[in-house]
């Protein structure tokens, strides 16, 4: 497999990902933001797009190039394959196309989603939780455990749960509660929540989502280096990267 990797925009362990990266069944192209716009054309090469960038974000929400909207625009049609990990769901803050093909989003601050007023989405560090497989049938996770334990960062955000598959669910709390606001974050007062409110989230950590011919996986746990170096995440990945590139005989 040819798969085309994408960081920027999020500060993360390199080595780490890195060392993930070197685990993977494929042949793996790195590239990373705001060095790189990859068209359709570009993307032509490559049987799979893996992102664990967060571009057009911070310090100021910016659109995507027209290289990028055009390959996701095309994807349907000439079903590329997507992996998405951890933040890259918050990737382009201002472009409704990206979260729409993921299958969630994540706002930094109070925003309209699907026609209605919401508000910003919530974070939470180190959170230990027993993630449990919600379709033990998907080549997905095949050969792993029916549950595992890790300890990384939660999102308390907008999942667009009809419109994805269900692939892994966290026991971990998701309410505003436990959660920090993102938008107090942003405005110098991190891990606060005074007067932010948030209705309960999902407990997906994990989904499949078609987009025409182009599949996609999203799988929220990946902030730690530990996470990105256990076992059982790795062979989510090789598995979400073998699904999604639907290389010969493997459905």
Known sequence: ??????????????????????????????????????????????????????????????????????????????????????????????????????????????????????????????????????????????GIPPTFDIVDETYLCQVFEDDVTPLLRSDAEMTDAVHWSTALAMAGRRGEREGWHHEPGSSLCGWTKTNGRSRLVYLQPGDSAATLGDPVYRRLVAGAVRWAARPQGFM
């Open 1 to 142: 497999m040819r798969i085309a990797a994408f960081t920027g925009g999020h500060s993360f362990d390199r080595d780490a990902f890195a060392a993930l990266l070197e685990s993977l069944p494929g042949d793996v192209t790195w590239f990373e933001h705001p060095d790189v716009a990859l068209g359709p054309t570009e993307l032509t090469t490559f049987d799979v797009c893996l992102h664990y960038d967060m571009p057009g974000t911070l310090p100021e929400p910016s659109d995507p190039p027209a290289a990028l909207r055009d390959a996701i625009a095309s994807a349907p049609t000439t079903g590329l394959g997507y992996v998405v990990l951890h933040h890259a769901i918050a990737s382009w803050a201002t472009w409704e196309g990206w979260s729409e093909f993921v299958g969630g989003k994540y706002l930094y601050r109070p925003g309209v989603v699907r026609g209605i007023d919401e508000p910003d989405s919530g974070y939470r560090l180190d959170v230990p939780q027993r993630i449990s497989v919600a379709d033990a049938s998907h080549p997905v996770v095949e």
